[in-house]
């Protein structure tokens, strides 16, 4: 199926998107031409967003929103409600995913590549020569909360001590961003563009929260976050960037912050220690980079989600299973497959028991490669499987919904959110299926 598609671009973020959905048969359509789908990168109630989403919708058009940044989206845990008016939500990893199905989201999700830039290898490096620092940019308002405002300045007053080359990528003046002039160092003013020049460079990359880091960890650059001021003195808020805007305190930010932590940050210990841990190895960031970089776009996989997303297709086509039915999260069986050993252990395929694996917004082949993988990992011969059944396709509030209707008990560990967080454990279960 061809569809006609128009794009609200932000800052060249939907082109490798709309490159993509160009080269899989579907056309790039302006002016007056009636889409059958509308491509925006946000549904933020300010700055024209739901007006444009009102006129392609009365139009007819679907619309999905594709990734506005690299950092994860948890705005609607506080700052506002996602729009009724929009149809899905494309999103680069399984990890964002997964905290929008922790705050939920009521909207399809699907998992469609990362799009921001090349990804590489990781360069691993016992020396560290040249630091690049991009602290958390001030809105386009040239506001900045407090609390980042603290952690630039303190994490900066850190790393001027170093016996590092010293570069600061900025957007906005120094004095906006909490810094000041250090003779020595390198002053970069950036824009709120894309950019790779001073990171390319870097042995290590300290960065405020944002996309910049992201892109940093993609591309294969050591990163440390310069996240300073504890969130148990202060918890994170949230805010628009607006002139004399009173920031908002998130309403379920323990469902989904250790979740998001990365293993590396200025509160973990002496800076010359974090940034050579930081630098040594990628594996203590494997399972991050996993959750929220992903695989790379790729153009079939995001043709068929658009498709699957603009037809409107069932949410929850459930194969039938047998008397006992337990439900389980993919991705999260991937990093501890011992869950998954442990559901062997009580269930073989002789027993009247299904097991549903769950993958919010993964395709059939990612879901497939998630699953064996997790069988590799847990140990498990494939003659020890019972009935199991994959549920792929986008993730959303009607599939919760769906699965906790036919489960009878959620093997998982995770925050218990939507109307399957309501379904019984399965380790606390009296073994009697």
Not at 58 to 66: E, F, H, P, Q, R
Not at 377 to 398: C, E, R, T
């Amino acid at each position: 199926m061809s569809l006609k598609i128009a794009v609200k671009d932000h800052l060249g973020k939907s082109l490798p998107i709309a490159s993509a959905l160009q080269r899989a048969g579907h056309r790039l359509v302006g002016g007056d031409a009636v889409p059958d789908v509308l491509l925006i990168d946000t549904d933020v109630p300010i700055l024209g967003y739901r007006d444009l989403i009102d006129r392609y919708k009365d139009m007819g058009a679907k619309v999905l929103l594709y990734p506005h940044g690299a950092n994860i989206a948890t705005s609607y845990d506080g700052l506002y409600e996602p729009y009724e008016r929009v149809d899905g939500n494309l999103v680069s990893a399984p990890g964002h995913a997964e905290v929008l199905r922790r705050l939920e989201y009521p909207m399809p999700t699907a998992v469609v590549g990362w799009s921001l830039c090349e990804q590489a290898p990781f360069r691993a490096t016992d020396e560290i020569r040249h630091v690049v620092f991009a602290p958390t940019h001030p809105s386009g308002w040239g506001t900045l909360p407090d609390d980042a405002r603290e952690a630039s300045a303190e994490t900066y007053a850190r790393l001027v001590e170093g016996p590092w080359q010293l570069t600061v990528r900025h957007i906005g003046t120094l004095e906006q961003n909490g810094l000041w002039h250090v003779d020595g160092v390198n002053y970069v003013q950036g824009n709120f563009r894309m950019a790779f020049d001073e990171m390319d460079t870097a042995d290590v990359v300290v960065a405020g929260d944002g996309t910049y880091p992201m892109l940093a960890i993609a591309r294969g650059i050591p990163t440390v976050l310069s996240m300073t001021i504890s969130e148990e003195e202060r918890p994170s808020q949230l805010a628009f960037g607006l002139p004399g805007e009173t920031a908002v305190e998130r309403r379920n930010y323990d469902r989904y912050r250790d979740y998001m932590r990365y293993p590396f940050d200025m509160t973990c210990g002496p800076v010359d220690e974090v940034l050579h841990a930081a630098a040594r190895s990628e594996e203590p960031i494997l399972d991050y980079k996993r959750r929220f970089i992903g695989e790379p776009l790729d153009v079939q996989r995001i043709s068929l989600a658009v498709q699957r997303l603009v037809a409107g297709e069932p949410p929850a086509a459930i194969d039938e299973t047998r008397g006992f039915t337990v439900t389980a999260l993919a991705d999260e069986l991937r990093e501890r497959p011992e869950l998954l050993r442990t559901y062997v252990e009580r269930f073989g395929p002789q027993d009247d028991a299904s097991l549903i694996l769950w993958g919010p917004g993964l395709e059939e082949d990612a879901l497939l490669a998630l699953a064996q993988d997790t069988i590799v990992a847990a140990g498990i011969d494939d003659a020890q499987l019972g009935d199991v059944l994959l549920l792929p396709g986008p993730g959303s509030a009607a599939v919760d919904a769906a699965l906790a209707e036919r489960s009878d008990a959620l093997l998982s560990d995770w925050p218990a959110v939507g109307r399957l967080g309501a379904v019984p454990r399965y380790e606390a279960l009296p073994l009697a299926a």
